[in-house]
């Protein structure tokens, strides 16, 4: 799911990937090559989908700091 747009057709994506047998949430900066097809950076984050819930909690509590 792209979640954001930059320049030069490079976005932001938010998928769920697999490596060897633990399942992420990645956050990632993607590419456009010369071939016209989406490839992914090292820009990113691989999160174990067992730590989301750890991770919804602490930006629940900085966003509305953040805000103010």
């Known amino acids: 799911m792209t ?3 930059k320049a030069r ?3 932001i994506n938010v998928y769920i990937g697999e490596y060897r047998g633990t ?3 990645h956050i990632r900066e993607w590419y456009v090559d010369k071939d016209q ?3 992914p950076t090292k820009k990113g984050v691989a999160i174990p989908l067992e730590k989301i819930e750890a991770l919804r909690d602490a930006i629940e509590r ?3 700091n953040a805000e103010k």
Request: proline share 7%; hydrophobic share 25%.
């Open 62 to 64: 900085l966003v509305p």
């Open 37 to 39: 097809e989406e490839k």
């Open 9 to 11: 057709g490079e976005t």
């Open 3 to 5: 979640v954001h747009e």
């Open 23 to 25: 399942k992420y949430l």
